[in-house]
């Protein structure tokens, strides 16, 4: 049903572009990173495990989608035919978003990166063969948490805007960046909306009380209600444009207030990392690891573990409405 997934966005989805990026500090290539994964090794994804991109490429029948850093130079192009993720860990809405973290590929680049990618296939299948190919393949996007924390952190940037125009101002650049996707033949997209970000252990370790941080978590309200409206604007004006909307708050929510039906006991703490909630220094070699990754909703300070990526895509796959809107991914790929 689904001959390719191309994926955008930031480290919930990054395979391993960020591998590539000489200077770059967002990087997870090695232990304990990958510690659950089938290798037993670190890939450059940000989890103990497979992450959301591996779950949905599992869901309809595809390997992952390789990372575009990887597979750029192989002169054999037909590994872009079943999909490529230009995800890159750092990367926001915004291209400055990724300042401190010294490189990632912006989301402008991933989309010139599939521009790239759109030309090759269609001079691989023909203009017409290409077309119905992409038409059919599914657009996942990732993005935003970066540009809240961002804003979030910096002064400068709250002076200049508040926090409904900083929101408007994101969902109106990622309508710019979507419409690109249309005109390189995309048709059917999988929009992610932010999670929970004010309750990571990263936010929590802020509070003494080790509470959520609310305007943190408020942000990202608003920025997914901005988002949605946006998808609705874009469906009436681009043709044939359909899409999947997933409420991650809403689910991120009440797995964090009602944890123990999805098999989870630690809902604070990261499962990699050192100090007060394993969130004063990040998930590298040093750092310890929890014996059980499957009851912990983080792996480190950022990052869900491998069983929180998978419940986000079962949902996002059968969810109910409350949750997937307009409709679920089921019902988006047999649109």
């Known amino acids: ?56 490429a599992e869901k309809v029948g595809l390997p992952s989608s390789p990372p575009y850093l990887a597979v750029k130079s192989n002169k054999n192009k037909a590994s872009f035919l079943t ?39 269609v001079q691989q299948m023909g203009p017409s063969a290409a077309q ?75 509070s003494q009380t080790e509470e959520c941080n609310e305007e943190a978590s408020h942000w990202s309200v608003m920025y997914n ?3 949605k ?24 929510q009440s797995i964090i207030q009602n944890p123990t039906p999805q098999g989870f006991t630690e809902v604070k703490s990261a499962c990699c990392g050192l100090g007060r909630l394993k969130a004063k220094v990040p998930c590298i070699p040093i750092s310890s690891v929890c014996s059980n990754r499957s009851n912990h909703v983080f792996w480190d300070l950022y990052h869900p573990t491998q069983a929180t990526a998978r419940i986000f895509v079962d949902t996002i796959f059968d969810g109910p409405s409350q949750y997937t809107f307009p409709i679920n991914l089921r019902n988006l790929i047999a649109a």
Do not use: W
């Open 83 to 121: 999909g490529v993720s230009f995800a890159s860990g750092g990367a926001g809405i915004f291209n400055s978003s990724d300042q401190s973290l010294a490189q990632s590929i912006t989301l402008t680049k991933q989309v010139d990166y599939y521009g790239t990618v759109h030309k090759d296939l």
């Open 229 to 252: 409206s946006m998808l609705q604007e874009l469906k009436s004006e681009l043709n044939g444009m359909t899409y999947t909307y997933f409420d991650t708050y809403s689910v991120m």
């Open 132 to 206: 119905e190919h992409l038409s059919k393949s599914l657009f996942a996007i990732v993005v935003g948490s970066n540009d809240i924390f961002d804003y979030s952190g910096k002064s400068d940037l709250r002076k200049k805007s508040t926090p409904e125009q900083f929101v408007n101002l994101m969902a109106a650049t990622l309508k710019g960046q979507l419409k690109r996707l249309y005109g390189y033949g995309a048709r059917k997209f999988v929009c992610v909306g932010l999670g929970v970000i004010g309750c990571i252990p990263a936010q929590r370790i802020k």
């Open 1 to 56: 049903m689904v001959p390719a997934v191309f994926v955008f966005g930031d480290s919930l989805v990054d395979v391993g572009n960020n591998n590539y990026l000489p200077i770059s500090i967002a990087k997870a290539d090695f232990p304990h990173n990958g510690i659950d994964f089938p290798t037993k090794k670190p890939t450059g994804r940000f989890s103990n495990g497979k992450n959301a991109a591996d779950f949905i």
């Open 225 to 227: 209600e901005a988002l």
